[in-house]
């Protein structure tokens, strides 16, 4: 199995900042993924973070809003750009091991 | 394109009891991979178990099954001996195996739902 931490676990911003969340695996995962989770709802992909190279972003989601970067096998960060109380959500990090997908515990962000 | 369909939003089972969670799913694909997700109030989400949809046998972990149903494309949740830290939302989940369609591991979730365990 796989270990994926996240930081930060929680945050308040305000809007019109940035925050980066990072993601840090245990074990060299093929694919990195960061998906969002609005409240009460189900998860959403945002993009698959490609190792060296640009991330793939799912239709709804763009590179200036969302930037990713994965510079290694077993980190990530994903920024969320000049926030807006719609960007209140939890994101989470995953990461792709043999034929399982593993989670991280989330990053729950608040924008007032 | 692929959808996963839960129809319960909420459940609740006794404790010691067994529930069962729906799943339904649609796809043109022949090859594919099922999962069930449990996230509890921590907001982690726990994989509970997996199915390869060219294995006939049902996946089993522990307490948790799965009742998989290719040709009905349903894939059940049970859950025996019900205790109070199964209480979370679960998801169901559906991952392609052509790399075309999955990007190496996409996921596409259901809406999930709320299991309740009542002491």
């Known amino acids: 199995s796989a270990v994926i931490s996240q930081k930060p676990s929680r945050d308040i911003c305000q809007r019109g900042t940035s925050l980066t969340i990072q993601c840090q695996v245990d074990?060299?995962?093929?694919?990195m993924f960061w998906y969002r989770q609005q409240p009460g709802q189900s998860l959403t992909l945002i993009a698959t973070a490609n190792q060296g190279s640009e991330a793939t972003y799912e239709s709804g989601f763009v590179i200036d809003k969302f930037p990713i970067s994965r510079p290694n096998l077993t980190f990530s960060t994903l920024t969320v750009s000049n926030m807006s109380p719609e960007d209140s959500s939890i994101y989470l990090c995953s990461g792709r091991l043999g034929n399982t997908i593993y989670f991280g515990e989330g990053s729950w962000l608040t924008v007032v | 394109a692929q959808t996963v369909t839960q129809s319960q939003p909420e459940m609740s089972v006794q404790e010691a009891e067994t529930v069962t969670l729906s799943c339904t799913y649609d796809t043109s694909e022949s090859d594919y991979y099922l999962f069930w997700y449990k996230q509890p109030p921590s907001r982690q989400m726990i994989l509970v178990i997996r199915q390869e949809a060219y294995k006939q046998q049902n996946a089993t972990e522990n307490r948790f099954s799965v009742n998989f149903q290719k040709a009905a494309k349903s894939f059940s949740l049970k859950i025996s001996d019900s205790q109070l830290g199964d209480a979370a939302m679960y998801f169901c989940?559906?991952?392609?195996?052509?790399?075309?369609?999955?990007?190496?591991?996409?996921?596409?979730f259901g809406q999930g739902t709320e299991l309740s365990v009542k002491p």
């Open positions: 989940a559906y991952r392609s195996s052509t790399p075309i369609y999955n990007q190496g591991g996409k996921l596409i």
């Open positions: 074990s060299q995962v093929t694919m």
